[in-house]
T-cell receptor, first 112, second 107 residues
Framework: NAGVTQTPKFQVLKTGQSMTLQCAQDMNHNSMYWYRQDPGMGLRLIYYSASEGTTDKGEVPNGYNVSRLNKREFSLRLESAAPSQTSVYFC???????????FGNGTRLTVT | QKEVEQDPGPLSVPEGAIVSLNCTYSNSAFQYFMWYRQYSRKGPELLMYTYSSGNKEDGRFTAQVDKSSKYISLFIRDSQPSDSATYLCAGDDKIIFGKGTRLHILP
């Protein structure tokens, strides 16, 4: 009964390094999302995938890329990390786009 | 202006009190609204969702939507220390979140 699983839980990067955040869901949901959460800013949508094979930009997509690898997995890539990308990243899934979301427990990323 | 606005708090109330958490929204296209609860260092969890009119009750929790004033409320009866968390409201349409209200229930 895992729900949404995110890896890693914590990561420290130096400016300019790249990394991929992984997300997998076992609820057979069609839609998946990546959010970032910063103090005073709330949850902001980075990218989402309404269904397997599609991806779309959210509110804050600059500096990120995503891949919907299959129905279960949706990854977020930082090609050249910047200190402004220090944040907590949450992956979520839902049965369809705009239906209630189920979240993972987040990846805490620090870029120095 | 963000499409969903919340007072960030913190809101501190004594145990057993009725808590009222509120949001305003500006997007008339929202069809339904959700309330999420987020404990420290955890992901948000869905608490309730309600369509764009009327009330919905689930145990100690009641969600209310007033379409005419674009106002969403969550009431918690008989509040418990375990209710201490951040509460986020959200509208559908790619799930737009408010910034969340931090709630502290004082034993």
């Amino acid at each position: 009964n895992a729900g949404v699983t995110q890896t890693p839980k914590f990561q420290v990067l130096k400016t300019g390094q790249s990394m991929t955040l992984q997300c997998a869901q076992d609820m057979n949901h069609n839609s998946m999302y990546w959010y970032r959460q910063d103090p005073g800013m709330g949850l902001r949508l980075i990218y989402y995938s309404a269904s397997e094979g599609t991806t779309d930009k959210g509110e804050v997509p600059n500096g990120y890329n995503v891949s919907r690898l299959n129905k279960r997995e949706f990854s977020l890539r930082l090609e050249s990390a910047a200190p402004s990308q220090t944040s907590v990243y949450f992956c979520a899934s839902s049965e369809y786009v705009n239906s209630p979301l189920h979240f993972g427990n987040g990846t805490r990323l620090t870029v120095t | 202006q963000k499409e969903v606005e919340q007072d960030p708090g913190p809101l501190s109330v004594p145990e057993g009190a009725i808590v009222s958490l509120n949001c305003t929204y500006s997007n008339s296209a929202f069809q339904y609204f959700m309330w999420y609860r987020q404990y420290s260092r955890k992901g948000p969890e869905l608490l309730m969702y309600t369509y764009s009119s009327g009330n919905k009750e689930d145990g100690r929790f009641t969600a209310q939507v007033d379409k005419s004033s674009k106002y969403i409320s969550l009431f918690i009866r008989d509040s418990q220390p375990s209710d201490s968390a951040t509460y986020l409201c959200a509208g559908d349409d790619k799930i737009i979140f408010g910034k969340g209200t931090r709630l502290h229930i004082l034993p």
